[in-house]
């Protein structure tokens, strides 16, 4: 978001600026008119550097404002008092091991930081998630959109078309909360996930991960 803004103020500022050029051509080489472009080009490289960054800082927050205002309603509500398993019989998810419950299902945009068993990384574009989900991560991912999260009491397993792939909870290293989503760490990747409301899904995976059989959790 931060580079799409910033490209629109530049090509506000040079049309603005080939405008303010050509209205006054005569004057082009006076000291004052020189000194005004000193001065608008200043304004454009303050309003090119802060303006942006601005802008997503002032959606970072309404976004953890709205993540923290359905939170609250949710704990209101019961919380995980009133989390039950998913029914098998109710998800596309179908690769199910024994003793395994399904405790969230979400869908949305995984990114993978470097290759990751069962995610073809050669079939999928290479880009930078949002600054506002994700703030702070300048690495390029491979993005899987339209994608399946299961969080389950064994593992974070995510499916979609061509894609297959899980993390048990003894490789999860750790993970965060982010205004957009969880960043999940491992021992050589970083896997990003979209959710409705990453304070939710990071107490349900708190709570599953408590569920997991001896042995499955790091």
Not at 88 to 107: C, L, P, T
Not at 203 to 218: E, K
Request: hydrophobic share 45%; glycine share 6%; charged share 20%.
């Amino acid at each position: 978001m931060i580079y799409a803004l910033r490209k629109l103020i530049a090509f506000v500022f040079l049309g603005g600026m080939f405008w303010f050029i050509y209205q006054d051509l005569d004057n082009i080489d006076q000291p004052w008119f020189k000194h005004a472009l000193g001065l608008i080009t200043i304004a454009f490289a303050s309003f090119w550097l802060l303006i942006p960054m601005v802008v997503v800082w002032c959606r970072i927050r309404r976004r953890r404002a709205q993540n923290m205002v359905r939170y609250r309603k949710w704990l209101d509500d019961g919380g995980l008092a009133n989390l039950r398993p998913h029914s098998s019989m109710n998800v596309k998810f179908r690769a199910i091991e024994s003793n395994e419950q399904i405790f969230s299902h979400e869908k949305g945009t995984l990114y993978v930081s470097s290759r990751f068993p069962g995610i073809d990384m050669t079939a999928r574009p290479v880009g930078r998630p949002s600054d506002v989900a994700f703030p702070g991560n300048q690495r390029n991912f491979h993005v899987c959109q339209r994608t399946h999260c299961y969080i389950t009491n064994r593992r974070i397993a995510f499916d979609g078309k061509d894609l297959d792939a899980d993390v048990p909870f003894g490789e999860l290293k750790s993970f965060s909360v982010a205004p957009g989503g969880i960043v999940f760490a491992l021992a050589d990747s970083v896997l990003l996930f979209t959710f409705q409301n990453p304070p939710i899904a990071a107490d349900i995976l708190r709570f599953a991960r408590a569920q997991a059989p001896f042995g499955d959790v790091g």
